[in-house]
């Protein structure tokens, strides 16, 4: 009786459903998430070390080398057969086995420095520091586009979402006329095409649930993915909050808004910079052909006994002077680098230039489009749901046809899915102008 009793409790406990605790993500959350665990945005973050470093070393390049360096060596010189050789009188004499043991220690101190080098040590700092900075600002428009990317994913969730709900809705009504139908064709009430059409429409709604639950699993999943999240737990998604652009107003007024844009952009102000970039190393391409002067200073001693080494002291310091007169064209080769990378900064500056106008353009006519898609698009949505109610209670009274009465709901569903993608639309495109006017953050 034990033995049954526990083989019961063990069934019970294996039946039991596992509940997990779903993790609620808004988009707020999403956001902060992105900027956070991206993988590109904390690799492009850590190559900013580097650019850090290279402003270090640029200044590095004015002090002193500074140097220390230490020796010691054994030497043994053995002689075991002995030799003859000849002394101060010219008398051979013999010279017997011998073994000579040398021991030596040395310590040098000393570096170098630079005295001129045509300025081209600050101006490799300044370029150092302009490259810092246009990193900096390449990265944060590595952020706003990753904040514009999530945006994306997490309003395709939410277009999935409601529209995964609006497609239970219709199976259940489907689910439910389908069986008043039959009801009345039990009764002789209806033709067999009305019961055959309304069959083909439940099993038609229920495909269409399935693949919109692939849909929203799989918008879940990319996001997910792209958070650098756990995709095995659970999580719950929610539109924290209503956007609404203080630039509404000024979607009439482009001059406005693509001045703001070259202001604001992060990837213009950048380029900016790397065009001044170039033209630092155009001034330190130019410094070959000016002379340099260089100096080293050293101190060294050395001894055959440790305890001696200080007796014996050694300093130096030495200035030279270096004249360029042909290096082989090495010069002109860097000043013709130099100067074609300033053009090629300039041109890629003016096509960016072009191409913000382009994109705010852009942005500006779909957010426009979309706000007159959602207003229009709400309409139909009420126009179609009362139609369909007429023709519903239509139906049941006999005064229109099934096919009348589904066209009127086939046009409800059409109006509502529409409307579910231009709310969706609305909401993205308005980060999608913030992008282009280099006003998204997440704040």
């Known amino acids: 009786m034990k033995r049954i009793t526990k083989i019961i409790l063990l069934i019970n406990l294996v039946s039991v459903p596992f509940i997990t605790a779903q993790e609620k993500i808004t988009l707020s959350q999403a956001i902060t998430t992105a900027l956070n665990q991206n993988s590109t945005l904390i690799q492009t973050s850590n190559s900013l070390k580097i650019s850090e470093a290279s402003v270090k070393s640029a200044y590095g390049g004015l002090l002193p080398t500074l140097n220390l360096n230490g020796g010691w060596s ?62 900096k600002l390449d990265l944060e428009k590595l952020k706003q586009d990753a904040i514009l990317q999530t945006v994306n994913l997490f309003v395709l969730i939410m277009n999935y979402q409601k529209t995964l709900k609006f497609q239970e809705e219709d199976l259940k009504y489907n689910k439910d006329l389908l069986e008043k139908i039959k009801g009345m064709h039990e009764l002789k009430m209806i033709a067999n095409f009305d019961l055959y059409s309304q069959e083909y429409q439940t099993a038609n709604s229920q495909l269409i649930l399935l693949q919109a639950e692939s849909e929203y699993e799989k918008a879940k999943l990319n996001l997910l993915t792209y958070l650098s999240k756990d995709i095995t737990k659970e999580y ?19 001059e406005i808004l693509y001045q703001t844009a070259l202001n604001r952009r992060a990837d213009f102000n950048s380029q900016k910079l790397k065009l001044e970039s170039g033209e630092y190393q155009l001034s330190i391409a130019k410094s070959g052909l000016y002379p340099n002067i260089s100096g080293n200073y050293g101190f060294s001693t050395s001894a055959v006994k440790l305890g001696d080494i200080f007796n014996r002291k050694v300093y130096n310091f030495g200035l030279s002077l270096n ?62 749901k009362e139609t369909w109610d007429i023709q519903r209670e239509k139906y049941k009274l006999g005064t229109v046809t099934y096919i009348d009465q589904q066209l009127a709901y086939r046009d409800f569903v059409q109006a509502t899915n529409n409307s579910i993608t231009a709310e969706s639309n609305y909401i993205y495109k308005q980060f999608t102008l913030l992008n282009a006017l280099g006003l998204l953050n997440n704040q």
């Open 74 to 135: 054994w030497q043994r010189v053995s002689n075991n057969q002995g030799n003859t050789q000849i002394d101060y009188l010219g008398n051979i004499e013999n010279v017997g086995e011998s073994q000579i043991d040398s021991r030596n220690y040395n310590l040098s101190l000393g570096g170098n420095f630079t005295v001129f080098d045509g300025l081209s040590s600050f101006k490799n700092i300044s370029q150092k520091k302009t490259d810092l900075e246009s990193a």
């Open 236 to 254: 719950t998604f929610e539109l924290d909050s209503s956007y609404v652009l203080d630039v509404i107003n000024d979607l009439d007024n482009p």
């Open 323 to 384: 004249i360029p007169i042909f290096s082989g064209w090495m010069t002109e080769y860097s000043i013709e680098s130099a100067l074609v990378q300033i053009k090629n900064s300039n041109e890629q500056l003016s096509a960016l230039e072009r191409q913000i106008k382009t994109e705010v353009k852009a942005a500006m006519l779909d957010l426009k489009s979309t706000q007159l898609q959602l207003e229009v698009t709400k309409t139909a949505v009420k126009s179609a």
